[in-house]
């Protein structure tokens, strides 16, 4: 069994609702992944393509014939091959900029002094600028566009510095630009998403190599967050920071060996704030994500560390689904303390979290081990009945969803001698009482599946169950033992 | 006629009584013929897997409403003689098994126990409506013959078989409760074979299979006395018992097999649906990233580049590269 995977431009990009400072906890991210490389890019090109002067695209797509009157910035189409990631490349449209010479110099220049048209001159600079830094260079060869290479870090270093020292720099229509060129820019230096191994031999150079502008581009991005002008609000609009941010993270990770424990720690005490002191928590999800892939590396055996991590990290997290699983298909005898760890931990009183246990339960049951399965069973559909039985419809129609799930029913065909008599009476005295009529066409479901499973089980069950029902019914005080299996029927039907 | 001194006449009289009425509510043997031949995926003719497979259902649903073994027994002798007189198509056969169950429900339970019709329909997840019910009815006992009494059946032997073994006996042996038995019954009903025995044979023949279980030799000679006086073919009962034995033996073996979940169908409402659907976690994008085989702690000096700026990310004082793994202010909270 693996885990499932899901067609991910079936996902609309998600917008966060707010971007903290860089410095705090690391903020809130969607639960949705991030959409492809591709779309990314090529909506970054195909504007820039669109901002530029007719004849420079005619330059573009009809090659270049008096190219050598200007020195433009060219990109590299390497590195767009490289980038794309399906073996095509994207259209040589990340654009030749005006010649540096016709840029004119960024001056930081404090807003006071410039009232309304140099204000519009300076924003009108700033987004050249940006849209400058957009071009991406090959640091691969160090010989190449050197001069091309010098403007750009020149560029680089006046918007970090204007964007550190002006104030009203930051307006609205800068925020997409900005966001492109920071995207355009951290995105390169990313496998593509397609790419499931992890390479390290072709990765490695492309990072460290651009570390020159990128350096620059990541303080650049810290500045623009830091601004006293940052308006949340409006980088809302513009940005997938989660996207963003995870990569950094996860690139961070997987290259900074040395970091890694310290990382981890972070990581850690992240969540164990998370778990024992506030009830919401940013960004916990995305970390998960980052730790899927950390767990998915880990060496066998699995260091008594990292066991320690599960249990008292991960077990009273509610949001561990991938993680989890990635601990299961490692060792699969930890199995155990996870579901018997979401047991004691399992919610009393929130419905919604409720519906949430039972869904990581699903998951982990379907691709828990057979023997694995054995030791959980009986405190597991314990919890499950009573989950049955929850006034909460959503609660109890999750909990009889499990019996929808063919791999869960054959764990429960295997030991139904157990499992049956543990959820019989919960299921028929349900189905009487219930209110819900889907809740009852649920339970008919199950009950029938538990007929066709093993018919003189659940025979034998109704039998005592109507007799304990006629016991009852008769004010009678006699305990009975009930639903044991195979316990002979009362006398008399 | 001395042993059966003991039983009391009235009980031997009921039971002569229905020895007499039975072969009228037999189903016709040629009809049950045609049923056994046809093969088994005929879209145009029920076959004998078609009209078990309905009969399980059936059972399904008797057990789920509550209904007692006599309206499952009922249903299914109706069901039977309707399938041996007339050529019904397989996709009418929901229809006419939850009728029958319906019919039979009337006659035999209470007022308050009986489900309305549509309940039926929703639960057993069937095509046809209340309406299409109401007309099944009508053609049934049209062809049944209306009023339809009561039929006698094996259940109606096997009641008077216990209680007449149960004076032969005089108290000395352990009999199978009338709940293991009606189980037992239920069992064979599922299979088309044995519609074809008579009913006062098929129980005896089931009383005697589960008695031979006991190894009784009083309970073995009743079993006698009772084949003799309803003038039962020693033949017969062997071959029937023969029959009953197999079929018990798979009974009891409680064999899983696999359900066929594809005839359920799972309706969920629209919120758990959705939260079905968000909820399916997805591996992310990110590529593995593999456990170095070098100690990582040792290379902490790139922390410090990091630190200053990190500061809010460390969540207990004074930690920094190299601390313990866990905090101790959280190994006491952890332990809570």
Known sequence: MGVKTKDLSSFPPFLRPSLPPLLSPIPSYPQHPTPPLETQLVHVTREEHLSLSLSQRHRDDHGDDQAAAVQPLLPDHRLLRAVGGEGGWLPPAVYAPRPPEEVPQLLPVPLSEFPDAPVAELHDLFCKKLQQCCVLFDFLDCVADLKGKEIKRAALNELVESVATSRGVLIEPLYPEAIKMISVNIFRTLPPSENPEFDPEEDEPTLEASWPHLQLVYEFFLRFLESPDFQPSMAKRYVDQKFVLQTILHRVYGKLLGLRAYIRKQINNIFLRFIYETEHFNGVAELLEILGSIINGFALPLKSEHKQFLVRVLIPLHTLAYCVVQFMEKDATVTEYIIRGLLKYWPKTCTQKEVMFLGEIEEILDVIEPSQFIRVQEPLFKQIAACISSPHFQVAERALYFWNNEYILSLIEENCQVILPLVFSTLYRVSKEHWNQTIVSLIYNVLKTFMEMNSKLFDDLTASYKGDEAVSGEGGAVARPGGAPGAPPPDGG | ?336
């Open chain 2, 1 to 336: 006629m001395k042993d059966l001194q003991s039983v009391d006449s009235l009980l031997l009289k009921e039971l002569k009584l229905c020895c007499a009425k039975e072969s009228s509510f037999l189903p016709r043997d040629s009809g049950l013929r045609i049923l056994e031949a046809a093969p088994a995926e005929n879209h145009n003719a029920v076959s004998a897997k078609c009209r078990d497979a309905n009969v399980e259902e059936l059972w399904g649903l008797t057990s789920f409403f509550g209904y007692s073994a006599q309206t499952f027994v009922q249903a299914v002798n109706m069901l039977d003689r309707f399938l041996t007189i007339m050529k019904v198509q397989p996709k009418h056969l929901p229809c006419i098994g939850v009728c029958c169950l319906h019919m039979a429900a009337k006659m035999v339970e209470e007022e308050h126990v009986l489900s309305p019709t549509r309940e039926l329909i929703r639960i057993s997840h069937s095509k046809f409506t209340v309406s299409d019910l109401g007309r099944m009815e009508k053609i049934i006992s049209e062809k049944l013959g209306s009023p339809e009494p009561q039929a006698v059946t094996a259940l109606t032997f096997l009641h008077l078989y216990r209680s007449a073994f149960e004076a032969l006996t005089a108290g000395r042996e352990e009999l199978p409760s009338i709940g293991t038995l009606e189980a037992q019954l239920k069992a064979c009903t599922c299979r088309l074979v044995f519609s074809k025995a008579k009913p006062s044979v098929l129980a005896l023949s089931l009383l005697a299979q589960e008695l031979n279980a006991l190894q009784s030799t009083t309970a073995m000679k009743a079993v006698q006395q009772l084949q003799k006086h309803l003038k039962i073919s020693e033949g017969e009962l062997l071959h029937w018992r023969e029959q009953v034995g197999r079929c018990m033996a798979q009974y009891y073996s409680g064999e899983c097999t696999k359900p066929d979940n594809k005839k359920l169908v799972w309706i969920v409402s629209r919120r758990t649906a959705q939260n079905l659907q968000a909820n399916r976690f997805c591996v992310p994008g990110l590529p593995t990233i593999p456990e170095g085989n070098w100690d990582e702690s040792e290379s902490e000096d790139s922390c410090e580049d990091m630190s200053c700026e990190e500061d809010s990310l460390c969540g207990s004082p004074g930690s920094d590269g190299g601390g313990a793994y866990f905090p101790s202010t959280f190994r006491s909270t952890c332990r809570e």
